[in-house]
C-alpha cells in the first residue's frame, strides 16, 4: 500500500518536533542510504527528525522509491524501514534509539521489542577503479538481544518499480534468478537509451540482491500480498508474479528473506558489528549499459561503459562479487571514516561532520567509464570520468562545477581529477568547439556528452579558461603525471592568451555564481583570472619552458599591482564586488587557488585586509556571497574560511555552516545555497560540490 497522503502527514508531524533518537555528530537535512550514482541516490528526507520507519526514502530529486523493512521477533511484527501498510495485517514500528553518520555510512539502531536491529547503508569509496565504478550500495540489518535470553528474528526487505522510472503509468518486466545469489532485476519494458524523466534513468535495470542460503526466500507481486506473507508466515514462497504491468497498477515489489533464527547477545552494543553478529546483508543498485555517450566528431558518438565491466562479464558476476566483497569493503569504509575523522577533527568536530556529510553526496555525481577499442577489448588506458551538474541543472562535466569540487579529489583520489578533465580536453583540442575560451560543459544533459559545436553553451570565459588551467596544474602536481599538460599544451595556451586579454579588467559577464547574474569588472573573477595565468606559467615551467613561464610569470605579477588599484574600495577596508562600487563586497574565494597553489601572487596585506572585514559582515549562519543578496555558497564560504588569517574567524564559519545544515529547517540532501540569516536552502541540493568543502585538508 502506499500511503502518500499518510507519509506527507507522517513528515509533517515530524517537522514539529526535534528527533526522540540520539543522532551523531548531528541530524542532516537528508541522510543517505544508498548513494553511488547520478542513478543510484536515495535519501531519507528529515526536517526536524524522520525516523528510518516513518517514511518512504526517496530519490534525490524528491520522488518516492519505496523500500521496505520488517522483522518478526519471536512471532510479533514490526517495521524497521520505509511505510508500508498491510490491509487486515498488524504490526508495531519500531523505535529509533540511535543514529549515525560517516564519510561512508549511515547507521540506525532501531529497538524491535527484546531486540535490537542495526541497520547500516554503506555506500563504498574505493581506491580500486573497478570497485570505484561498481553502481551498488549495500544494506546490512543485524539482530541482538537486549534482555540476555534468545529470540527468533527474521528479516524482510522489498523494493519497489519506482527505482526504474519517475513515470509511474509506465509498465516493467522483472525476472528473479537463483544461483549463488537470490537476485531481482527490474527494467521498463520500453527503455529509453540515454533519456531522464526527473533525473531519473530511463534505461538500464534495478537489482536487489541477497548471497544464496537455505534459510533465505524470495517473491515478487502486489505489495500488500508479498508484504502480508512475510508478515503472516515469516517466510516468502519463492514464487514470481509473470503479470507484467504499470509501475503502479497494484504496486508490484520485490521481496528477499532471511531467517535469522535464536539470536542472542547482550544489551551492551557491539559496535563493530562483528561477523558473529547474526545477520543479512542485501545490495541495490541501478546497472545500465552502455553508460555514457560521447562525441568524437560531428558524426560518430562514441558508447562508453562503466569501468567495472573490464573485470565483469554480467550484472550478476559482479552482483555476485559485490555481496561476498563486504567484509573488505568494510573494512577499506572504516579505514576511511577514521581517516577524514582523524583530519577534519583537527580543525574542529563541527568541520568532521560537515565533511563527513559531504563525501557520498560529491562522489555519487560522477561515473568512471572506458572504452571498447577496435578488437572489441577493453580499454582500460582509456579512462574517463564524467559528472553530471546535478540540481541546477544536467549538464555534463560543467567547468565550474567541476572546480569547487576538486578539493575532493585532490584529497581522496588525484587521478580522478585528471580523468574528470579528460573528456573536456579532448574534444576541445580537437577543433569542434568554436571559441577562444574554455567550455562550460561537456553537453546540456547527462548522460549525452554532445558538445556544442556552434559554441552557444553558457558563456563564462574567465571563469572557465582559469578553472581549466588551475585544475589542471593542481592534479599533474598531486599524481606527478605531467602527460596531460604535455598533451594539451596547445589548448593551456590559447586560453591564457584569452586570459590576458579578458581577466584583468573582465568584461560582462557570468561567472560561477550565474544565479546572481552577469556583471562587469568583477573583482573576484579577475583574481581568478590572474591566477589562472598564474598556474600557466608553471604549467610550461613543468614541461621545460622557461621563458614562456617567465613571460607569464610576469604578466600575472604586475596584473596583481594593477588590480590591487582597481579592486580597493574608496570608502572601507575591503575589496569591491567589482571595480568602482565601492560599497560593494563578497567573498573573495578565488584567492583560495592562489594559496593551495603556493603561487603568491597576492600579498599577505590582501589576506588580512579581507580578513579583518568579514569579521564585521558575518551572520548567524556564514558570510553572504556578496552585497547583493544574504544568502551564500557552502562550498565558496570553507574555501574563504581556508584562506582568512584569523583562526577564531574561520571557526566562526565553520560552526555557522554546521548549525545551518543541522538546524533542522531543511529536508534536502545538503543544499549549497542557502540564507545566513534565516538558515533554509535556497534551492540546489545533492550536489556533487560539497567535495568543495574539503578545501581545509588540502592547504
Known sequence: MRCQLLCTALFALHALAAPSWTATPFNPPSIPLAVRTPYLSTWLPQGQGVALNDAW??????????????????????????????????????????FNFTSTQSIFVLSAGPVDLTVTFLSPVESDLAKLSIPLSYMQVSAASTDGATHSVQIYSDVSAEWVSAVTSWEVQWTTTKTDIISHEVHLVSPAKYEEVKDQSQY??????????????????????????????????????????????SWPVFGLTKDLGNVGGSAKRDSQLKASVPSVLFSIGHIREPAIQYMLSPTVNQDRSLYFWSRFNTAADVISFFLKDYANALTTARTLDAKVEMDAAKISSDYAGIVALSIRQSLAASELTI??????????????????????????????????????????????????????????????????????????????ASGHQDGLDEAMPVEESGNMLIMALAFARKTGDNSQ????????????????????????????DDFAGPLE??????????????????IASRLGDNATATNYSSIAKDYVQKWQVLAQSATGPHLTLAYGQS??????????GDVYLGLKLFPQSVYDMQTAWYKTVINQYGIPLDTRHTYTKTDWSLWTAAIVTDQGLRTQIITGLKDYVANGLNNVPFSDLYDTVTGVSAGFQARPVSGGHLALLIV
Open 57 to 98: 526514502p526517496t530519490f534525490w530529486a524528491g520522488q518516492t522509491v519505496a523500500w521496505t523493512g520488517l522483522a518478526k521477533v519471536d512471532g510479533q511484527s514490526y517495521s524497521f524501514m520505509g511505510a508500508a501498510s498491510v490491509d487486515g495485517v498488524s504490526f508495531i514500528k519500531a523505535t529509533q534509539k540511535t
Open 583 to 592: 560599497a560593494t563586497w563578497g567573498l573573495a574565494y578565488n584567492l583560495f
Open 371 to 448: 572504452s571498447k577499442g577496435a578488437n572489441g577489448k577493453w580499454n582500460t588506458s582509456d579512462v574517463m570520468l564524467f559528472m553530471k551538474e546535478i540540481s541546477s541543472d544536467g549538464n555534463m562535466n560543467t567547468v565550474d562545477v567541476v572546480f569547487p569540487t576538486t578539493p575532493i579529489f585532490l584529497y581522496l583520489f588525484p587521478k580522478l581529477g585528471q580523468y574528470l578533465l579528460e573528456p573536456l580536453l579532448r574534444y576541445q583540442a580537437s577543433g569542434q568547439y568554436p571559441n577562444k575560451w574554455s567550455i562550460h560543459d561537456m553537453g546540456p544533459h547527462y548522460p549525452r
Open 485 to 512: 599538460l604535455k598533451r594539451y599544451r596547445e589548448l593551456f595556451d590559447q586560453w591564457t592568451q584569452f586570459l590576458i586579454e579578458d581577466s584583468l579588467i573582465p568584461a560582462g559577464q557570468l561567472s560561477t
Open 521 to 538: 569588472n568583477q573583482t573576484n573573477l579577475a583574481i581568478k583570472g590572474i591566477v589562472g595565468i598564474g598556474a600557466m606559467a608553471e
Open 204 to 249: 538500464g535495470s534495478l537489482h536487489y540482491s541477497i548471497l544464496n542460503d537455505p534459510k533465505a526466500t524470495y517473491q515478487t507481486g502486489q505489495d500488500a500480498i508479498v508484504r502480508g506473507q512475510f508478515l503472516n508466515h515469516g517466510v516468502l514462497k519463492n514464487t514470481q508474479d509473470t503479470f507484467f504491468r504499470a509501475i503502479s497498477d
